[in-house]
């Protein structure tokens, strides 16, 4: 239980009665959370009806600072109004992209308008093996981190639009803010959370996406930095998205190697339905994670284990390679039933059509497969139904 000590008409500090003393270990001690409350709601009250929201592009009134140095480690959490970033030109994430992020949402119950969260502590582990991925030697409880999270959801609850398809999107960054041009860890780290009202990822409904495989790039390799979410990651993936859209496709279905192994699609994992053409049974597949190359999603991952409780003799949950070859040949024999890509933007992003070598590869899009997942997920997401993966606020 909380209670609130207010320090002034629009800053308090949150304390819990059972609080306990991180000082002497340096952590990040959600006890200690500062909060500066804006003076005015004007900003919420000029954004436009949430059937206009666009991805990414409006941002809630506060968010979440913690600073940590080499000396004094975690400084104290603070929630603060949205502002600007005041960083030295010479800092290591403007010079050598020290920086990773994660990505969430949070929705408000169909039922009951309650916050909810889907599986926060699979974000906050892949966000930990991303911040080791840059040696920035900061650790801290991610728990603690989450309780900072929610109080400032809760903050900015009125930002959470309401009804299925909407929600709160929530991006965690960590970046290193040293002043030094030297290439090493860095000494300086700000810890932010921002959030931005969004609404569905598809204006126009579950619409597929028609891909290509066609592009002379390639966006991960074994032993580099695809399986960490850093920021690095993304910004060489534009010039291929970019040859994609010109040549009439959605997205990029990235391949790697001499048998073109398929990786990921875009920013999202990939799943094809099959049928087994030694059994005769259906069987879903995805790249496997072994070789550090493709990113671990959290939808993914409950994809996978939400297939896989159905317990249906006739369909199978695998992860194994699988190249664009295969795909070709499953094809032309009629057992490439469906494709989607899976992520926390959309879901799941049913796929049409893969240009493969000049030939296009047509796809049954948004098959009952694609559907069931998508529409039990979601329901799990807006809580329609209990399920432990849906963490209430």
Not at 308 to 325: C, F, G, H, P, Y
């Amino acid at each position: 239980m909380k209670y609130i000590h207010y320090q002034n008409r629009n800053c308090f500090r949150v304390f819990s009665k059972n609080k306990i003393n991180h000082s002497t270990e340096r952590h990040i001690c959600s006890s200690s959370l500062v909060v500066e409350r804006i003076k005015d709601d004007s900003r919420f009250a000029s954004i436009p009806p949430k059937e206009e929201l666009k991805f990414g592009s409006i941002f809630s009134d506060h968010m979440l600072m913690i600073e940590w140095n080499q000396i004094s480690k975690w400084d104290t959490p603070r929630i603060v109004p949205y502002q600007n970033l005041s960083i030295s030109p010479a800092a290591s994430c403007l010079n050598y992209a020290l920086g990773c992020f994660e990505g969430m949402k949070a929705y408000k119950s169909i039922f009951d308008e309650s916050l909810l969260l889907f599986r926060p502590e699979k974000n906050m582990l892949r966000f930990q093996k991303s911040i080791d991925r840059l040696d920035m030697d900061c650790s801290f409880d991610y728990n603690e981190l989450l309780v900072c999270m929610k109080e400032l959801i809760k903050m900015d609850s009125k930002w959470v639009p309401y009804g299925e398809g909407y929600s709160l999107y929530i991006r965690p960054l960590m970046i290193g803010t040293c002043s030094s041009l030297k290439v090493s860890p860095p000494s300086k780290i700000l810890l932010y959370v921002i959030t931005s009202p969004v609404g569905p990822y598809y204006q126009n409904g579950f619409e597929p996406v028609r891909l290509t495989a066609d592009v002379p790039f390639i966006r991960a390799w074994p032993g580099g930095s695809g399986d960490s979410k850093i920021g690095a990651n993304y910004g060489p993936s534009l010039k291929a998205s970019s040859h994609a859209t010109a040549h009439g496709y959605d997205q990029v279905l990235w391949l790697f190697g001499a048998e073109d192994f398929i990786t990921e699609v875009g920013t999202m994992n990939i799943f094809f339905l099959i049928r087994n053409e030694k059994t005769g049974k259906k069987e879903l597949v995805t790249p496997p994670l072994t070789q550090g190359d493709i990113l671990p999603g959290v939808t993914r991952l409950s994809i996978m284990e939400l297939v896989q409780s159905w317990e249906q003799d006739d369909l199978k949950v695998t992860e194994r390679a699988i190249s664009m070859k295969e795909i070709k040949k499953l094809a032309q024999d009629g057992n490439l039933l469906e494709a989607f890509g899976s992520g926390t933007a959309a879901v799941v992003s049913p796929i049409s059509c893969i240009q493969y070598q000049g030939e296009d590869i047509h796809i049954h899009a948004t098959g009952t497969l694609t559907k069931k997942v998508w529409e039990e997920i979601s329901s799990i997401q807006y809580g329609k139904v209990n399920h432990h993966w849906s963490v209430k606020i």
